[in-house]
């Protein structure tokens, strides 16, 4: 009888101090709760950080100067850790990338299409800075040795040496075939089987990389040395990156039969650019004898573009 009469004494000590912690909970969920903001985008009402309907901000005002300037850094230039960070890897480790991209971990990287706009977009802005580009002084040099030719003729011929000798497009249009070369070869490999989407997202990255590392040899290697010299340093860095990524995604064993077909895909990447090249100077040339006849024969004669 002691046992039940101590039982129904601590009964209400219980239920006051369940009722005391309910009451706390209650006024801290209270404080929690923010009140409903209208979406200024759609106009859905939410108490949340973010519309349920299409995702935008609930906090946006007024532009300000500090925003704008924080999206200049971190939409237009890139800025933002995600980027640095792939871009850091595309660099050393471009295999990494493209495997965990392919994968499912995308959210850690920025991705393909916008990482080869903005690195194409920092080659450029250093290629004209530092006086790469040799297409400024083109024409004047042309209409210098053939100042008969017409606005019509320096036009065509502005476009093939754009297509050919301007350093990004150069850039993009020798490595695009070793790439290709790579698909065909590799194409029958006993790894894993990729969709000609997941490859080409493969060959993105690919070139982004290879356009950084030609980007850390024009700021590092170039000012204290040849043009040329950085060129090739940049050639040989992009083969032995690309070498270690094909290994990777397409594992060999055979570490001799993984460098032999390595080796038939640069041949054929080689090739490949070659073929783009005499198509550039054939389209050229009948070009310009479609404008002008003599002026194919002059340059035959002359051999400029052969």
Known sequence: MCEEKGNTEEKPIIAVTENTELAEQTETTAESVQPMRKCLNC???SNGNFCPNCGQSMSVGRVKHKSLFRQFLCSFLRLDPVFLKTL???IVKPWKVIKDYLDGHQICYTQPVTTLVFIFFFRTILSLIMGASSGASFKDIWATQYPEFTDGQMLVIKMGQTLLFIDIIKLML????????????YNRTDGRRY????????????????TACSIVTDLFIAPFSSEDIADLISMAYSLVIIFLTVQHIFPCKNIFKAAVKYIFSVLLGFVLFMIYIVTIVIVVL???YTIEPSTMEKLLETGTLT
């Open 43 to 45: 106009g859905t009402l």
């Open 88 to 90: 850091g890897l595309l």
């Open 174 to 185: 020798s490595r695009l075939p070793l790439i290709l070369a790579i698909k065909l070869v």
């Open 195 to 210: 969709t000609w989407a997941e490859y080409m997202t493969a060959s993105v990255y690919l070139l982004s990389s290879v």
């Open 286 to 288: 009948g070009l310009l």
